[in-house]
Every structure is written in structure tokens, then in C-alpha cells.
């Protein structure tokens, strides 16, 4: 490992500058970073949803992601309908599925103990994988648009074009569910509802819908993630699994609290992978990421901006 | 409740068995039809299944004066290494094949054919090519495709004949069992030419995201790159090597270029790339049962609507040489079954089947390139046979 | 009388390898540890209330001992195991001490990023096979695994039932109801989740050693699988956290119907885990074996029960 590491960092080139030239390679790994972290902190959105404000530990959470991508992979291969114009359609069929899984399943669950909350999302979830097997068999698919491949370069970086637009969408969608949860009346009316039932109940609210709809908006923030990952990565019935896992380690390593501390948590683990994978090889990312988590749970269990408990 | 398992399991065993009346040689295989290795793995079943039917249809197999049908059980693995083996064991113990046929994939072969060692009864993979398979002295396991460290031979060959050749390459290679093999067998080709290898990198398996890779790759300004991956990799990289504008001179990959899907998923982006296959359906492999080469794939194509490659071919490999085998040693005793299959030399549909000193075929790999969309064969063992595209175009300028 | 019969069952079940058919044993084997593995988990998460998520690394680390100690070092197996089984314990001990402290979901988190920081750094170790993983030598028959299994098993449900009758086993329950009350009542809370988790980790390494030497493979994915940890959560939930039989029940019976299926159709195995966890948990949260209990009374109100406590 040491060598591969040196090696990595004696950089040699035709024209000598090798200081330059580790720049440009770092600049570039970093820029990577923050645009994998962008996407990252859109998958973790809908999982923060759930769990911060519903109490309700997705497991299946990759899963609908997965489910999401499919759609938007459908629309892209049968009627042609760009993934990114997509989106909207895409997230709307999600909501519906979110809305309908929450109001006729997820409902019966809400005050059981988190922890069977979790183990029933879990056989969701492995559901999920397997229907989505049966019905678009294991092999990968691409979502390929036309500017798959562009990219521009900016300050000596090379940005592909979809990663971009994927940032630009993370981003969007963690800003308007902040603005939701913190000023429209409804947003406010969904977080009553999590924090104190029968205060929300006195008030006329009626928690079933309210829960149901804030489900369907993790549906439709699963399905917006699920575009990116389909145009960017592929899709097969399995990818769930593994997304879950690490919007699970970005939720905890942003906190809870607050949506937009997603983007923290999102492009820590994106810059670490980017890094990692540059200077110590790409078989350790996955050891450092996670041993950072397990280091950040026992010394600051809500996050790192998270207020101690 | 252990009693109504048992006799459940036992039922299903007499139905199974019945199934297929008169139907006394039995073949078995635990294949990925589900899971994640199910999109090659289906290859396989279906490469078996061929076989099987075709032979049938011609007769069957000679034991001695009498003519017996085969029959063949699939069961499915799930892609799980684990199931896989305890398969194998239901196989021999329960369905009480007479042989068996391999899995896809080196790590799942190296497992499983640690089984029948154990049961002493021949199996004939043809999707397991790791040298691991086959440098623990078993004397069951045989495979038909050729040994993983040899892989880029002639790709390194043609490479050095090239003009301009290329003076640096980078290896990047998965952590599993079938692609450290080829990349140790790379650097041991590559360290008997010229070429400075300066970049030799190993990557997790399942990885998706390879940008700093191919960030580390631009910054040296490698000439050649040299891939050892699974499918769903290289088309990550080479989607990512598009979306970081990094195009090298010259690029191959173990797998994925001789697959029609790969093809299709990449479309034009497939373009340029050189892969290599240990068969290409040319109608001057001749075979007693399908034919020639050709005409394979054409039956193939029709009865499984889509174009069959080397997993396939090699998959009916298998089946092919456990008939001659039993028709060799007239009789359905492993080890004499065995100890024919040692001694097989013979034409087929997929090339000469005569297993090395360890147990492999040693087919050299041709190297091909896509071109246009479509597979062009290069370079083989005995020089170019074809008119490489090279260097590879940046992307914008294709 | 109970005790006779219980005797009774388990001599029957160890005749098994003198009747059953080859591919039965082996299920048998495989129902057997994973029986042991859902008892490991019934003492850190049925009594403790601690839901952990990495008994599969114990599982994992057991099994490379014997594998390592085998390949490398050319030990007999049952050095191997014993080797296995300290590696997982004290593991346990040293990584239980910090990540006891965390509470609920995070303690579940925390082990699953165990479970996931030991396959990755499991596959760099070439020392250990790297992610290709280590063939072991072909073992004995399997009327030893079984017969050894067996034991284990045995030896679990024992040291559960032992549990469940000591003042410790009381301390878990306590700290599972209520760990703050626990804690101001005198129980050393700290010493009591350790030994609970030293304990999980001792039986699911021994699960793990005998394992890998039966199926002669191992490498980090198969080593360190979550789904099997899950499968051993979903089997103890079943059965019946917090009891002594319970997972035994749930192991059983849920890899039987899963092997009956998987012969049928391989992909309806795996979702009819999926269903059996849905259905199992939203009617009959608390196990089988308080079904048992309370079907008597209640018949099919129980389950209705279950539903109205926790819907809105």
C-alpha cells in the first residue's frame, strides 16, 4: 500500500513540474468530490424526511430510489422523454406510490417502536428488489441521453455535463424542502403532526393524510435521485441496498436536524470517497468512510453540526 | 415437521426423476439465473440447454452399443457462492447426477469444484477461468476457458506492433479472483516489452465511480490503459472516461466488447474499444453436432433471440466434451470418465477441446475491436487479421 | 416431564445423520447454524434490547480464525475454532465498550458500519485471501458438523436458559425496559451490555468457524453477509425475542418454508422472507412464541390487538 501510495504522489511528467501537475490532479479529485457529494446529499433527503420528521427508519429507502430510477428509465427508453424534463413525471408516479404505501401500510406502524419500523421497511425492501427483479430482470440498464458524455472544463477541471445538472438539482431540492419544512404552512403542519399527535389532532389535522403525503414527497425525492443515479451510474434491482447504507451514514454524519445539513453530510462523504480513492486506492474507501462514521457515532453521535444531546 | 420435509424433499426427488423417463445420463448445474451475475449467468443455462437438446435430437450419446438420452438439471444459485455450493452437494447426493456442469464465474467455480473433488465426480466448467481454479492440483475440475493470466497476450502482442506503439500503460483491475489473476498474468506480459507500466491499480469490485482513477490516469498522460473488470465496471469507466474527456491512445478490456448488450447500452461510445474473445462464430470450426461455428450462432440466435458469445460457446464446451468423453470410455464410471476427458482432443464448434496439464484449454484469445458498432476481429495468434482503428480520436472529435 | 421431552427431541435430532438423506443434513446443518447465530442475537437484542447489526462480523472473524490459523499457520481445526472464537470475543469486548454507549438506532448503526468497515478492510489484507477469499482443505463428514453444530446449538439455548433464570439475565431485562432505572437500581449497566455482547460475539464466532470449514470457502462477502445478520434478526423476531426457544422456533420454521420454496421457484424464497417480516411484524410483533401464549385467550383478537396499539 505504501508504494501504491508514494507512486501516486510522484507524479512525473514529460515537462518536469511535477508540483503543477499534482495540483491540477488534486483540484480535479476535489472537484469530483463535491459533484459525487452533490448527488449523494439528493439521495439522503427523502431518508432525512422520513426519519427526522416521520420517525420512520427506512431501510427500503434505496429501494424506492431504485423504483424511481426504473420509471425514469422507462419513460427515457420507450417514449423518449428526457430524463431531466422527466423528473417531475417521475417524482409525481413515486409520490403516488410513496403516498399509497404510507397511507395503507406504513400508517399501522407509526407508533410501534423504531425498531420494528425498521424491520418492516426491511422486508420492503427486499421485496422491492425482488419484484423489481421479476418484472425488469437483473440486467443493468442505462439512462444514456444524448449529453451523456458532454463536459466543459472550468479553472482547469473537466466538469461532465450530467453531474452539473445533477449538483444543480441536489441542490434545489434540499433548498426547497428546507423553505417547505420551515415557512409553507404545510411544511410546518407536517412537522407539528411528527413532534406532538395529539396536539396536531386537537388542531383539526388529520395525521393519516398528513403522513401519507409527507411519505409520497420522500417517494418523489427518492425518484429525483433515482433519475441521477440512472443517468450517471446503472440500474439494476439490487443497487438499493447500498444506497441506503450510505444515506443512512449521510444523515447521521449531517445531523437530523435540518435538511440542508444533508449537503454537509453529502459531500463529506463525496470528497472522502474522491480522496481516498486517490491516495490510498480504491479498495479502501469503503473502509475509510465508514470507520469515520463509526469514530463520528461515538464521539458525536447527532452529527457533526448537530446539537449534543 | 422435520418428517414432512423429508418426505416432501423425497417426493420432489422421484418427481424430478420421472420427469424424464429413460433419460439415464443426468447432468447438473447450479447457474446464476437471478441475482446479480444473472445477466451472464443466463448464458450459460442456455448454452447447456442447447447443447443438451441438440444432442438429444442427433441421438444421444454412444455407450457402447446402446444410445442414451441426457438430461439436464438447472437449478439456480440466486448468485450466491454460498447456495451454489450446497447445490452442487444436492446434485450429487440427491438428483444423483452422473456429472457435472460449471457455474459463471471464477469465484463460484473455485468454490464449487472444491465439491466435486470432494465427491471425485468430473466437472466441466466453462465460466471459471482463474488460475486459482487450477494450481490446487484437483484432479475433477476441468475448464474451457483459457487460463486468466494469459488474457492479454496477444492483445499486448498487437499492441507492440503498432505504429506509433504506445510507450505507457496503466492496469486497473478488480479485487475478485478471476481478474487478479489476469492482472498478474498482465504484468508479467507487459514487464517483457518496453511499455512502462505506470499505473497498476487495484479497484474494489462493484465499484461505479471511477474518476479519480481516470482523474490520475489524464494527469500522467497514459498511452494505453488496460482493464480487468466485470461488465457493469467497464461501462462505468468508459461512460466516465467520456464525461472527463480522457480518451488515451489505445484501451482494452477483458470483458463487455464481445457482448451484444454492452454494445447496445454504449452505443456509439462503444466505439474504438478492443476487447478480446477466446471464439467468434466463423464457419471454419467445424463440428460433428452443430455444424460449424456459424451456423451455431444462427440456431442459437433464432431459438434465444439474442447473439450468442464465447460464454455461451464455451458453456456448450462443456456439454460437448462430457459426451465425447463417455463415448470414449464407454461407460458412465467418473473416474473412467475422467481419465477420458484427460485424453480428449478433438474439433468443436468452439475450437480444439484438448485440456492442458492443469486442466484448461489453452485457446489464444483474439483480440477484436468494435468498430462502427460492430465486432471486428483483429488481431489472433497468428497476426493481424484485421485493420485496427488506432490511435482512438479524442471524444470531440468523433 | 418437559424436560424428558425435550431430551427426547434433541437425541432424535441426533440420530438425524444415520436417516436422512445427504442434501437433508445439509440443511439441517446450515437450519442448525443459523439457529445458533439467532440465539447469539436474542442475547444482545432480544434481552438487551440492543438491536445490533453486527453479529455478522463475529460470525465473519470466527471463520477467518479457523480459515488463517488452517491455511496459514497449518493448525488443526479445532485450534482453529478456539482461535476464531477468542479473535471474536475479545472484539466484541473492545469495539462493545465504546458503541454500547450509543442508544437505540445508532447503536444499530454503528455495528452496521462494523459489519461494513471489516469486509473492506478484510479484502486488503492479502495475508487474509483479499477479497478473493481462502479455500480450506476438505473436512471431515458431515455427520460431524452436524453432530458438532448440534452441540453448539445445544450449548447456546443453554447458556440463554441459564440467562434467562440468573439475576443477569434480569439485569438485561431491566436495561432493555428502562436502561436509566436500571442503571439508578445498582446495575452496572456497562458490565452487564459488555458481557451480553462478549457472549453474542463468543457463539456467533464458533457459528462462524464451523461454517467455513464445512463449506471450505470463505471470503469477506459471504464472511461479513448482512443478510445473514438480518436473516438472525428476523428469525429471533419471529420466533420470539427474549425467549429461549424462540429462535430456535424461528430459524427452523423460516428456513424450512425458505428451502421448501427456493426448491420451487429460487427467487419466491427470497421474497417470501420479505412478506414473513412485513406480515409477522404488523400482526405479531412480539414472536411466535407470544402468539402461543395469548392465541388461547385471544384468538384472533391478538392480532387486531397489535395492530390498533400501534396504527393511526
Known amino acids: 500500500m505504501r508504494k501504491a501510495l508514494l507512486e501516486n504522489l510522484n507524479i512525473r511528467c514529460r515537462h518536469g513540474n511535477s508540483g503543477k501537475y499534482k495540483m491540477i490532479l488534486l483540484w480535479q479529485v476535489l472537484v469530483n468530490g463535491v459533484l459525487l457529494g452533490g448527488i449523494y446529499a439528493a439521495m439522503a433527503l427523502g431518508l432525512v424526511l422520513a426519519w427526522g420528521v416521520l420517525h420512520i427508519v427506512n431501510v427500503a429507502h434505496g429501494a424506492l430510489i431504485m423504483l424511481g430510477a426504473y420509471v425514469s428509465y422507462y419513460l427515457f427508453t420507450f417514449i423518449g422523454l428526457d430524463p431531466f424534463a422527466g423528473m417531475p413525471l417521475s417524482m409525481i408516479v413515486m409520490f403516488g406510490f410513496g403516498y399509497l404505501l404510507q397511507l395503507y401500510l406504513l400508517n399501522f406502524m407509526i407508533k410501534a417502536p423504531m425498531f420494528n419500523t425498521l424491520l418492516l421497511t426491511f422486508g420492503l425492501a427486499v421485496i422491492f428488489a425482488n419484484l423489481a427483479q421479476f418484472a ?4 443493468f440498464r442505462i439512462i444514456n441521453p444524448v449529453y451523456a458524455g458532454d463536459n466543459f472544463v472550468w479553472l482547469g477541471a473537466t466538469i461532465p455535463l450530467v453531474r452539473i445538472l445533477a449538483f444543480g438539482v441536489a441542490m434545489t431540492l434540499t433548498l426547497f424542502l428546507w423553505a417547505f419544512l420551515t415557512y409553507a404552512r404545510y411544511g410546518r403542519a407536517i412537522r407539528a403532526t411528527a413532534q406532538n399527535l395529539v396536539a396536531a389532532r386537537l388542531y383539526g389535522i388529520n395525521p393519516r393524510k398528513i403522513y401519507a403525503m409527507t411519505f409520497g414527497i420522500v417517494g418523489a425525492f427518492a425518484a429525483a435521485s433515482g433519475v441521477l443515479y440512472g443517468v450517471v451510474w446503472q440500474i439494476n434491482p439490487y ?50 468512510f465508514f470507520g469515520i462514521l463509526v469514530l463520528i457515532l461515538i464521539v458525536r453521535p447527532t452529527g457533526l453540526l448537530g446539537k449534543t444531546a | ?67 442414451e438420452k441426457l438430461h439436464l438439471t438447472i437449478l439456480d444459485n440466486q448468485s450466491d457462492v454460498n447456495l451454489s455450493v450446497r447445490q452442487y452437494v444436492q446434485l450429487l447426493t440427491q438428483n444423483k447426477v452422473n456429472f457435472l456442469l460449471g457455474p459463471f464465474a471464477s469465484n463460484f467455480a473455485l468454490a464449487d469444484s472444491a465439491i466435486s473433488e470432494k465427491y471425485q465426480i468430473p466437472m466441466i466448467q466453462g465460466g471459471g477461468a482463474s488460475d486459482q481454479i487450477f494450481n490446487r492440483g484437483f484432479k475433477y475440475v476441468f475448464g474451457t476457458l483459457p487460463p486468466a493470466s494469459a488474457y492479454f497476450q496477444t492483445t499486448v502482442d498487437a499492441m507492440m506492433k503498432l505504429d506509433p506503439a504506445p510507450k505507457t500503460v496503466a492496469l486497473l483491475y478488480a479485487d475478485d479472483s478471476f481478474d487478479v489473476s489476469v492482472a498478474e498474468g498482465a504484468h508479467k506480459i507487459l514487464a517483457k516489452t518496453p511499455l512502462k507500466i505506470v499505473i497498476e491499480q487495484k479497484y474494489s469490485s462493484e465499484t461505479s465511480d471511477f474518476n479519480s482513477l481516470l482523474a490520475l490516469i489524464k494527469s500522467k498522460n497514459v498511452d494505453a490503459i488496460l482493464v480487468a473488470g466485470h461488465e457493469t465496471e467497464i461501462l462505468n469507466f468508459i461512460r466516465q472516461a467520456k464525461a472527463l474527456d480522457i480518451s488515451p491512445k489505445f484501451y482494452s478490456f477483458t470483458v463487455g466488447v464481445s457482448t451484444a448488450d454492452f454494445r447496445k447500452a454504449l452505443g456509439s461510445d462503444a466505439d474504438y474499444a478492443f476487447g478480446m474473445t477466446s471464439w467468434l462464430p466463423s464457419s471454419s470450426l467445424k463440428d460433428d453436432y452443430f455444424g460449424d461455428g456459424m451456423q451455431f450462432a444462427e440456431e442459437y440466435r433464432k431459438r434465444f433471440g439474442y447473439e450468442p458469445d464465447y460464454h455461451s460457446a464455451s458453456a456448450v464446451a462443456d456439454v460437448l466434451a462430457f459426451v465425447k468423453a463417455i463415448e470414449k470410455a464407454g461407460s458412465l464410471d467418473p473416474k473412467a470418465v475422467r481419465n477420458a476427458i484427460v485424453n480428449l482432443d478433438f474439433n468443436s464448434l468452439y475450437g480444439q477441446i484438448h485440456f492442458n496439464a492443469q486442466g484448461q484449454l489453452e485457446l489464444p484469445q483474439t483480440v477484436i475491436q468494435i468498430q462502427n458498432g460492430k465486432v471486428v476481429p483483429i488481431y489472433n495468434a497468428k497476426g493481424f487479421i484485421g485493420k485496427p482503428q488506432y490511435p482512438m480520436p479524442a471524444w470531440k472529435q468523433r | 416431564m418437559k424436560t424428558l421431552l425435550f431430551l427426547l427431541a434433541a437425541f432424535g435430532l441426533a440420530t438425524i445423520p444415520w436417516w436422512g438423506s445427504a442434501s437433508f443434513i445439509q440443511f439441517c446443518i446450515d437450519a442448525l447454524l443459523v439457529a445458533v447465530l439467532a440465539q447469539s442475537w436474542n442475547i444482545i437484542g432480544g434481552f438487551t434490547g440492543y438491536a445490533s447489526f453486527g453479529n455478522s462480523v463475529f460470525y465473519g472473524l470466527g471463520g477467518y480464525g479457523v480459515a488463517i490459523s488452517m491455511l496459514q499457520f497449518g493448525l488443526p481445526f479445532e485450534v482453529g475454532l478456539c482461535i476464531g472464537a477468542l479473535i471474536g470475543t475479545s472484539v466484541a469486548l473492545i469495539l462493545g465498550l465504546p458503541i454500547l454507549r450509543l442508544r437505540g438506532f445508532y447503536f444499530g448503526i454503528a455495528t452496521l458500519s462494523l459489519t461494513f468497515t471489516m469486509t473492506s478492510l478484510v479484502s486488503n489484507i492479502s495475508f487474509a485471501g483479499g477479497n478473493i477469499g481462502l479455500v480450506l482443505p476438505i473436512g471431515p463428514s458431515d455427520t460431524l458438523f ?52 462478549m457472549l453474542s460475539g463468543l457463539l456467533a464466532s464458533l457459528a462462524g468457524g464451523i461454517h467455513a470449514y464445512w463449506i471450505t470457502f470463505l471470503d469477506p462477502g459471504s464472511a461479513f453477509d448482512l443478510s445473514l445478520n438480518v436473516k438472525m434478526i428476523i428469525m429471533t423476531v419471529f420466533g420470539g425475542p427474549g425467549t429461549v426457544l424462540g429462535p430456535i422456533l424461528g430459524a427452523f420454521s423460516l428456513s424450512a418454508i425458505s428451502e421448501m420454496l427456493a426448491f420451487y421457484i429460487t427467487n419466491l424464497a427470497n421474497l417470501f422472507y420479505g412478506f414473513v417480516i412485513v406480515i409477522a411484524i404488523i400482526f405479531m410483533p412480539r414472536g411466535c412464541i407470544d402468539l402461543a401464549l395469548h392465541y388461547r385467550e385471544q384468538g384472533w383478537r391478538y392480532f387486531l390487538e397489535n395492530i390498533k396499539k400501534t396504527k393511526i
Open chain 2, 1 to 67: 415437521m422435520k418428517r414432512m420435509s423429508l418426505s416432501l424433499l423425497a417426493a420432489m426427488g422421484l418427481f424430478a426423476a420421472q420427469a424424464v423417463f429413460a433419460a439415464p445420463i443426468e447432468l447438473g448445474a447450479s447457474v446464476q439465473k437471478t441475482g446479480s451475475f444473472a445477466n451472464t449467468g443466463r448464458y450459460y443455462a442456455d448454452g447447456y440447454q442447447f447443447a443438451v437438446d441438440k444432442i438429444n435430437e442427433k441421438g444421444g450419446v454412444k455407450i457402447g452399443d446402446k444410445q
Open chain 1, 136 to 139: 425488469f430482470s437483473a440486467d
Open chain 3, 146 to 197: 452436524f453432530e458438532l453444530s448440534l452441540a453448539l446449538l445445544g450449548a447456546a439455548t443453554l447458556t440463554v436458559w441459564w440467562i434467562a433464570r440468573s439475576r443477569f439475565g434480569l439485569g438485561l431485562v431491566a436495561i432493555r425496559e428502562n436502561e436509566l432505572t436500571a442503571a439508578v437500581m445498582g446495575i452496572n449497566t456497562t458490565l452487564y451490555k459488555v458481557l451480553a455482547f
Open chain 1, 239 to 288: 443497487i438499493g441496498s447500498n444506497l441506503t447504507a450510505k444515506s443512512f451514514a449521510i444523515a447521521i454524519i449531517g445531523g437530523l436536524q435540518n435538511p440542508l445539513y444533508v449537503i454537509v453530510g453529502g459531500l463529506f462523504l463525496g470528497i472522502i470517497e474522491s480522496l481516498s480513492s486517490l491516495y490510498l486506492g480504491p479498495t479502501y474507501s469503503d473502509l475509510v
